[in-house]
């Protein structure tokens, strides 16, 4: 199974980091771990993505587990703006996005 | 201008008909998608194109046609529309030495 697990739904207080984690078990040696994120009536937006390492970049995070079964986005103080469906998706070696799932809606309170 | 645009943002057609969605990148990336988004679900993959002489289907093709007729163009046809074909429709383009993908605005088709 390509697909990865995500939690439905999660809340966050403005200012503070947020954690959104991500199952991947069947996750390939090849295989690199993307992070989207879509707003209401727009297109999915790159966030990051990695394959062994963490890394970091000027909107978050990415905390992969040693085992790679499993990852972390971090954003590390949530805004308002940051309210969105985030997604975690695996890709192959060519780069192509096996599939999406349901993604992890990010309610964010003032 | 954005730097991958679909075209028309909206439709409404009826069963039966033949539509085209197009799509244009001025990112110059060689690598173009379709995909298919349906309410409250994510995205699933349609067709994709790795340059102008390469189409190759996705995860859901049936009912579905594309057409590559150059590196910034990417369009996708329903032959004969059907009602569950209505969903939001995304275009993305991605270069090839980088694994982030760009994506449009989306086109909201109905098929009544």
């Known amino acids: 199974d390509a697909k990865t697990t995500q939690p439905n739904s999660m809340e966050s207080n403005e200012e503070e980091p947020v954690h959104l984690p991500c199952n991947h078990s069947t996750i390939s040696g090849t295989d690199y771990i993307h992070w989207y994120r879509q707003l209401p009536s727009q297109g999915p937006e790159y966030v990051i993505h990695?394959?062994?390492s963490n890394v970091n970049n000027r909107m978050a995070s990415l905390a992969i587990a040693e085992d790679r079964k499993s990852s972390t986005l971090i954003l590390h103080r949530a805004t308002l703006r940051d309210a969105a469906v985030y997604y975690c998706i695996r890709t192959n070696n060519a780069g192509n996005m096996l599939t999406f799932g349901g993604g992890t809606r990010l309610m964010v309170k003032p | 201008d954005a730097d991958v645009t679909q075209t028309p943002r909206n439709r409404i057609t009826k069963t039966g008909k033949r539509i085209m969605l197009e799509c244009s990148q001025t990112?110059?990336?060689?690598?173009m998608y379709w995909y298919r988004q349906d309410p409250g679900l994510g995205l699933r993959l349609i067709y994709y194109s790795f340059d102008v002489k390469d189409i190759n289907k996705g995860e859901i093709s049936d009912g579905y046609s594309v057409s590559r007729q150059a590196q910034a163009k990417f369009s996708l046809s329903l032959e004969s529309a059907i009602p569950n074909q209505t969903a939001l429709y995304f275009c993305?383009?991605?270069?090839?030495?980088?694994?982030?993908?760009?994506f449009g605005s989306g086109t909201r088709l109905t098929v009544v």
């Open positions: 990695g394959l062994t």
């Open positions: 993305a383009t991605r270069g090839t030495e980088s694994y982030g993908y760009t």
């Open positions: 990112k110059g990336h060689d690598r």
